[in-house]
């Protein structure tokens, strides 16, 4: 779409789709509509001046004269009576779209700045507690650990002599008195003990004892 101001026409076609003209005058020109977006003129003069339609605008008033031959000619003048008045064109012209939301809503934008400043400082202090304050403040200063106590169950407990020396000589002497005397280890095997000395003895007398296959 152009704008033509203060321009004059003469002796030509001039093609006016979707065009607007303020303040143009035409003289012994043919203005050329091909059905495309309405043209515009204000305060325009003019002169012997004609219009021709092409395109689809032509196919219209085509498809209006074939009709008014026919039967439908009440019809088709009244509908051309409609879009004289103006009518039809209100009537079929589609409501205009919602406008679109432009602008700037300060107000938003000042809820989320401030919401996001939160957060930060939130997250800022929850940092600096837990790593800073958190570890030189209260860790350090609390109270030592204390050990866990438990109350040992007797029971469970060995029985334990209440003289160890005692027990200890105990042992000792049965352990001479097992080595030193004579004894059956299995009577019916004929398996006997004799005292470790004499047994070195016979050792070195006779040898080691040989098995018998």
Known sequence: MSTHRNEKFANQDVVIDGNRYE?????NSTLVYGG???PAFVNCTFRQTGLRLTDVAQQTTTYLSLLNATELRPAVGKLLGQVERGALASSQRPSPPTPLATGRNYGQLAGIGLSLMAVA????????????????????????AQPLYREP???QMPALPDSLSASYDQIRADQIERISTYGWVDEQAGIAKIPVDVAAELIVEQGLPVREE
């Not at 304050?133 to 109270?143: G, I, Q, R």
């Open 23 to 27: 303040g143009c005058v035409f003289s």
């Open 121 to 144: 400082i939130v997250l800022g202090v929850a940092l600096w507690y837990g790593f800073i304050y958190f570890p030189t403040n209260v860790t350090l200063n609390a109270d030592p």
């Open 153 to 155: 169950l007797m029971a």
């Open 36 to 38: 495309g977006e309405l």
